[in-house]
């Protein structure tokens, strides 16, 4: 996907809940790719170019990984909120 159609894809998947912005979109982009988690295609549109980003097999790694981590905290948060323990 190019940067437009991840903001946009994200805003529609969420009804809307998550906006991402250009400026804090790009430079994340930029960082990824530096850590050679994305890969980028630049394709020309017209006399445009727009770039394309996709997961590398460390990207898709690495995405794995951390939504298994943000998937045992949440499960860790939930034993928290839901036990029976009083406040002091």
């Known amino acids: 996907m190019y940067a437009y159609e991840i903001i946009q894809t994200a805003k529609k998947m969420t009804n809307g809940k998550i906006e991402i912005t250009e400026g804090a979109l790009y430079p994340l982009l930029h960082r990824l790719e530096e850590n050679k988690t994305l890969e980028v295609e630049i394709r020309s549109i017209g ?42």
């Not at 394309?52 to 860790?76: A, D, H, N, P, V």
């Open 47 to 88: 006399n445009r170019s727009r770039k394309y980003y996709k997961l590398t097999k460390k990207g898709i790694l690495e995405t794995k990984e951390q939504l298994s981590e943000l998937q045992e905290f949440m499960e860790i948060m939930q034993v928290f909120f839901n036990s029976k323990i009083k406040p002091i």
